[in-house]
Structures are given as C-alpha cells and as structure tokens.
C-alpha cells in the first residue's frame, strides 16, 4: 500500500531579501529584523510603496539587504529624513530603521516629528550600545553593562541613569502606536512582527506615528557567545517591560 505523504512549506526564504550576503556578526539582531521587516513588507504586499530609512550604525546599509527603496542616513537624522519623503510622497509607506545610540543622538528630530504628527514608522534597535564603534556607551544602556567607555559597568553616579526611549516617546501626542519587542528568542520575534504590522497600520491608516522598540542582541561587543548573548538581553529585560504601551 502507498503512503500519501503530505508535506507543508512552513518557513522560508523572503523573497523580499537580495542576494548580497549580510555583513552582520553571528548572532546579531540587526539580520534577525531586516528577515522580519522583509517578510513584513511581503506578506502586506507593500513592496512597490515601502521605502525605508536607515539609521547611522551596523545597519546603515540595510537598504543593500532588502528589496526595496531605500537610502541610508547622517548620524540622527533618520527620522527626519523619513517625515521629509513622507510629506513628499504621501501614498509610500516609509519608516525609519535606528539603533538606540543614533536615535539618541538626536532626540529632537523624534519629538519634533511625533509633535508634527508625522504619520511614519520608526523601528528602533535597542541592543544597548553603540555597535559600530566598537562598543562604546549609549544613553540606553543598562546599569551594570560594560562598555569600551564604561569597562567597570554603567553606574547612575557615573554614567548617569539609561534613557528608557519607548517610555519617553510614548508620551508624545502624534506617536499614537508604542510598543517594545524583542528579538531574544523565536518568540519574542513572532511577537514583535506583529507589533511592527500594527505600527505600520497605524501610518496607512493615517493615525500618525508607530514606534516600535525592539531589543535586540550585539553578542560582539557584549563579548558574548550567540546564545548567551540572547539569555543577557532577556535579563535586561526584566527592568524594561516588553508589550504594547500605546
Ligand atoms: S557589532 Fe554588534 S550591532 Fe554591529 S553587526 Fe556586530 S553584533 Fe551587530
């Protein structure tokens, strides 16, 4: 007697992901979310209108990575420049990809945005350094993590204390979707697609701005193996919430 073997596709390549091979270390988050956003913008059938801004950093060649218009962007100007193509091109779907050191570098051009009610997505990686120099200090860094400009830990009384940016931003009237996510395990990234799909709903819409927190791992300059690398960010996490706040 034959067997019937059914067999069902449940995971894949997106096909939103070019060929050029990612230059993000081991472990890193920053290839874990250009995967997510790229299955993201498929799934929703957005590609034609997507364009995406990316932030100074590890990351700042994304646009090399997924298939879609993009352009790279100064330190902390990211955010602006995707409210300055949004207000050009009304029907794009534009969101702008940071890390936690480039969109604190200039908070001003988050808030100015949010205040403007600009109606973008901001995807913020928060892997609690600034990658790519090395592993120097951000403002969101936790208490207790060393970096190459904290090497005995971050303390309140010396590096002062760790801006919690969802927190901050969510307090801003034109940001009307807050979340965190995280990138730690499979999980948490299911999780954390979804947040991102609602924060780009929030721009079709015309509600106004989603921003979306994600931790994510730098096992680097955390000078952590992959997996150990993801358990640290899981225990930072037990002092800033992960979930819709917004
Ligand atoms: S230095 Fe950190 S953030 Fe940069 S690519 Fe490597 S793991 Fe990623």
Do not use: W
């Not at 449940?10 to 050029?20: F, I, K």
């Not at 700042?60 to 409210?83: L, N, R, T």
């Not at 106004?208 to 225990?235: D, H, I, Q, R, Y």
């Amino acid at each position: 007697m034959e067997i019937e073997r059914k067999t069902e596709k449940v995971y894949g390549y997106p096909g939103l992901l070019t060929d050029r091979k990612e230059h993000f270390c081991p472990g890193c988050s920053h290839g874990i979310l250009s995967k997510v956003i790229a299955e993201i913008i498929s799934e929703m059938g957005l590609h034609e209108r997507a364009i995406g801004v990316y932030g100074a950093g590890c990351a700042s060649i994304m646009y090399e990575y997924i298939g879609i218009k993009g352009v790279g962007a100064p330190p902390g100007s990211a955010v602006g420049i995707a409210a300055g193509i949004k207000d050009a091109m009304k029907d794009a779907l534009v969101f702008a990809y940071v890390g936690d050191a480039d969109i604190a570098s200039d908070l001003s051009v988050v808030i100015g945005a949010a205040m403007r009610n600009d109606k973008i997505t901001v995807i913020c990686e928060n892997n609690f350094n600034m990658g790519v120099s090395g592993g120097a200090m951000s403002p969101a860094t936790p208490l207790g993590i060393a970096t190459t400009t904290s090497p005995s830990g971050r303390s309140a009384a010396g590096q002062g204390n760790p801006l919690a940016l969802s927190e901050l931003v969510k307090g801003t009237k034109g940001v009307t979707y807050c979340a965190r996510g995280s990138s730690h395990s499979p999980g948490a990234v299911r999780k954390t697609k979804a947040m991102i799909k609602k924060a780009f709903m929030e721009q079709i819409f015309g509600n106004g701005m989603g921003f979306v927190e994600v931790a994510g791992m730098c096992p680097t300059n955390l000078n952590l193996p992959p997996v150990e690398a993801a358990t640290k960010v899981k225990e930072i996490l037990e002092e800033l919430p992960t979930g819709e706040t917004k």
